[in-house]
């Protein structure tokens, strides 16, 4: 989990650290690099977190655009449920538009429930670091995209909408779409916060990690093996709807590819 650190205490550590040189810890140099490195994340993710934040409005308004967008959809719903569940959602983006302190709330929440995910993917590509690869790494496509991809990896747009990079990639697909493994692995990481980031993490057999985020339902459960395109979750995204979150841009599955702890574009290695 990433904690807030305030940055002027982690400024005044890595100060320390380096004026006293790779000992300053108790522990070897490789030590104090991973702690100075620890330290940097944090300072890169306060700021990050500053951006996101000044963006609240901006992101609540796109949320109950892409809302509206489904109006006709929901409303004309022979379901009076999704007609009911409609008219809720945007009356709670209504109220967090007016109530700031608790719209930086839930922003913030929802930035953390994303962080995790992602933490958790990186410290299990982490452990399968030294993982022997044979020849390519080749995956296949999650989902059947309805369109080309929506947002790109480290997309200008995006960071520019959120103020976050994206570490993945998002392939509209219409809500409840299967979802299928991108490669043989196992199910290492299952997420499921209600109305918040859903999301679950393969270790695949040669060591690489799949995120797969915003989906609705899982079909899988954690240390389930899979095998290539069988179905394990169900897709999501749509504001108001299980696994959407605030930070979404509408129906889609959002993708990540880890390797050796970095993230990667997935583009790369999708055919």
Known sequence: MRMRIPVVLTLGFLLLTACRGPDAVGGSGRNTAQVVQGAEREIRGARVEQEVLKR???ILRYQLRLLEEEQNRWEFSDVPERREQWRRTRAEFMVLLQDER???FRIREALQELWEAQDEATGWSQR?????REGNIDLAWPVDSIREISSSFLDPEYEERFGIPHEGIDIPVLQGTAVL????????TVSDRG???NSFTLVH??????LYGHVSSFLVTEGQRVRHGDQIARSGGEPGTPGAGLLSTGQHLHFEVIIDGKHVDPLQYLP
């Open 102 to 104: 608790v719209a930086e």
């Open 181 to 188: 493994a991108a490669a043989d692995g196992v199910v290492r």
């Open 128 to 132: 399968y670091a030294d993982a022997q």
């Open 205 to 210: 057999d040669d060591g690489l990690v799949t």
């Open 56 to 58: 609240k409005g901006e």
């Open 195 to 197: 109305q918040g980031f």
